[in-house]
């Protein structure tokens, strides 16, 4: 008898030259490692440096916008988050994180997937994973003095966001800054997944926002903006009050309509982890128009999707469809009665049926008990 030995193949491995916008990726895996690394795509481009800048975007179509997010890899691998091992990538993707134009890497891969959008909860959809051995930069990347003076401060994570969206870094460069250990005590640094880095960036702002708006007058106004984002409605309405933003959003795809509110309220808890996300980024987005202002009002974004590509956008829709809706010329009126005639007009049927179903009626007092303009406008149909 024989005993018979199949070695197993080994893996070819090849390196790649990519170049990045410059981006990073970093997700969860089983902390304290996670998988991180470099957003990039395999071949350059003179309009790279927009593929990972979402306010450059303005005036593409949502087929453009898929296509050039769709050839942007995730080249990842394992990385202890906690203890930031390896050290040479985590250094690596600091200044990746830090630069402001675009990036040569070399990686060494096995092989590529097939080019797909694959979305990403709280983020912006991309090409899909690629595990590597190793994250090498080939050219010099040009780092933002700014940042990188802001990243050396030993100062909270808060304190930290604060000052870089002062100096009009974007939300999503900030979220990057986080996400590879930048910010914060400098003994307390730590990777961070990107969909929490955006979500300390926003809760930072918020904060920050609030407290520039506490002795700013009220604003006595009832105005009503609308946008569209690739087929998405935005109705914004600004009602006098103290500063407070609640969202509502309502879906129907195929025949099929699902809803959620949330709203700054404790008493009204979100509906769901999907609609929290989303109204995470409508705050932020209204938020920076009230501090603009330099006036207070409760805020409501109503949202109505009817189209079933734009889920792969993720909360990135909202932030635009918010911004469109507020960079537009409102309607100015005198009070809440015209208000809730005006919004029963604009709104489609199924966007009524959200909004007279959720709390927000009764709490901006639109409700049928503290106006008669839902009775009016109901009573011409």
């Known amino acids: 008898m024989t005993t018979q030995v199949r070695l197993a193949r080994e893996p070819t491995r090849r390196t790649l030259t990519v170049f990045s916008p410059p981006g990073v990726s970093v997700d969860t895996a089983r902390y304290p490692f996670l998988r991180a690394g470099v957003l990039a795509s395999t071949e350059p481009s003179e309009y790279l440096s927009i593929h990972d800048h979402p306010e450059s975007w303005e005036g593409l179509d949502r087929e ?8 942007l890899y995730r080249f990842v691998m394992p990385v202890n988050g906690r203890d930031m091992d390896p050290s040479d990538v985590v250094e690596t993707l600091q200044t990746i994180a830090l630069s402001v134009s675009p990036v040569a890497v ?17 983020q912006l959809p991309s090409g899909p994973d690629v595990l590597v051995e190793s994250i090498e930069l080939l050219s010099e990347p040009e780092v933002s003095k700014v940042a990188e003076k802001i990243t050396q401060k030993d100062i909270p994570a808060s304190d930290g966001i604060c000052q870089l969206l002062e100096y009009d870094y974007t ?8 996400a590879v250990g930048l910010l914060g005590r400098l003994h307390n640094r730590r990777f ?10 926003i809760d930072a702002f918020i904060n920050s926002a609030l407290m520039q708006l506490v002795e700013k007058p009220e604003s006595r106004l009832y105005q009503i903006w609308v946008g569209r984002m690739y087929g998405d409605s935005f109705t914004v309405l600004s009602l006098p009050g103290e500063p407070r933003v609640d969202y509502l959003r309502s879906e129907t795809y195929a025949g099929v309509r ?11 808890p979100t509906t769901d982890p999907k609609t929290s996300v989303y109204a995470d980024y409508a705050r932020f987005a209204v938020y920076a128009h009230l501090a603009r202002q330099k006036e207070t009002s409760h805020v409501i974004v109503l949202h109505e999707s009817l189209s079933a590509a734009n889920q792969a956008f993720g909360p990135w829709i909202v932030r635009a469809g918010v911004l469109d809706a507020l960079n537009s010329t409102p309607v100015t009126l005198d009070n809440k009665l015209d208000v809730g005639v005006v919004v029963d007009s604009i709104l ?15 709490k901006t007092g639109l409700s049928d008990e503290h106006s008669a303009a839902f009775a009016i406008a109901r009573s011409k149909t």
Request: hydrophobic share 40%; proline share 7%; aromatic share 2%.
């Open 64 to 71: 453009t916008v898929a296509a050039m997010r769709r050839g």
């Open 106 to 122: 070399k990686v060494k891969v096995e092989s590529l997937p097939s080019r797909q959008l694959q979305s990403q909860l709280g």
């Open 171 to 178: 939300i999503d460069q900030v979220a990057r800054i986080m």
């Open 192 to 201: 961070v997944p990107m969909r929490g880095a955006y979500k300390a960036v």
């Open 258 to 268: 699902s809803q959620g509110y949330s709203l700054e309220d404790p008493r009204h």
């Open 348 to 362: 489609s049927p199924n966007m009524k049926a959200a909004l007279r179903e959720s709390p927000l009626l009764s």
